[in-house]
């Protein structure tokens, strides 16, 4: 089970892929082409378009995309320069990511993500908990590649693990969870841990091993919210619904979108002092997390560098376009 109170989601659960490259004529011959020229006119431009689709997409874990899932739409939330300036520096009182939900709520959204690691007490937990356990469709995030500074017991892990197999399945040595007072209030939590080399993806595991147990990526536990089922793994990949996730080793491969282009995003601050009625998260999924030069730092093979956030989102979109 991925979180033991997902039964309380609203029951309405629902590429730029490279284009072809067109060929232009640079000379005219004076009469039509006999057999074997069109074969070898033909051949260069088989030769040509495969080099040029192979420029575009050198890193086989995943493909450039610009198309946003049918099921439900990503939206992104920013705390900003302009939100700093009226809030104060981050970190922030957490109080203010309950009164952003409130807000988002009001519009019936599908599902909110605090994209945060919540790991330390705060006074302002409580109450903010309080708020959050009113909702059923809250999720956060977690991480096996900061060490956390208490060990998650036995039922916080089993809590959030799910029943497949884990042969095969990448390994760690540490899971980070939010604390005591916020666990709980959450409907879900899930991984967003992506594989970096230099600051540059490489690879998206939808679920990991930690001792014996099987923790599902965020995008994976959103995707069987959706599709109201329960992983599965068969020759080593993964699937919802009987639709294949993942490779034998359950990496992802990601449809990743263009920075800045693809999903719609809000100032923090904008939503949080603006009536319910200037934005509308209907049916939408709605990611919360931070912006500015330091954190989109993300390389990939657009020029521009990515925001964490825009990462998760893509992992989320491309599981929902695979159960479309």
């Known amino acids: 089970m991925i979180g033991s109170n997902a039964n309380r989601l609203s029951a309405e659960v629902q590429e730029r892929m490279p284009t072809g490259f067109a060929g232009r004529e640079t000379s005219h011959t004076s009469g039509p082409l006999n057999k074997l020229s069109m074969k070898r006119i033909i051949s260069i431009f088989i030769s040509i378009t495969l080099s040029l689709l192979g420029s575009c997409n050198t890193n086989p874990n995943y493909v450039l995309s610009s198309q946003m899932n049918g099921l439900h739409p990503i939206e992104l939330i920013y705390f900003d320069s302009i939100s700093e300036e009226k809030l104060g520096s981050f970190p922030i009182d957490r109080g203010y990511y309950a009164e952003l939900i409130e807000t988002v709520e009001e519009t019936e959204p599908f599902l909110v993500i605090l994209k945060f690691f919540f790991d330390s007490e705060t006074d ?54 939010p604390n005591r007072t916020l666990f709980t209030a959450f409907s879900s939590i899930g991984l967003v841990d992506f594989q970096f080399e230099k600051k540059e993806y490489f690879n998206c595991p939808l679920a990991i091993e930690y001792k014996e147990k099987v923790i599902p990526s965020l995008a994976l536990v959103v995707g069987s919210i959706c599709s109201k089922s329960k992983p599965e793994r068969e020759n080593g990949q993964i699937s919802l619904s009987g639709k294949l996730l993942s490779d034998k080793e359950g990496n992802l491969k990601l449809n990743l979108s263009e920075p800045r282009e693809l999903y719609p995003t809000h100032s923090f601050v904008d939503v949080l002092e603006a009536d319910s009625e200037f934005f509308d998260f209907t049916d939408k999924i709605v990611i919360i997390f931070i912006d500015n030069a330091e954190i989109r730092s993300v390389r990939t093979e657009y020029e521009e560098t990515h925001n964490p956030a825009e990462i998760v989102a893509d992992s989320i979109n491309t599981v929902l376009q695979k159960l479309e």
């Open 124 to 177: 302002s937990d409580k109450a903010s908990a309080d708020k959050i356990s009113q909702y059923g469709n809250v999720l956060t995030q977690a991480t096996t590649y900061i060490k956390p500074g208490e060990e998650p017991s036995e039922d916080y892990i089993n809590h959030i693990s799910i029943q497949i197999d884990r042969k095969g399945l990448l390994k760690q040595e540490y899971l980070l969870l």
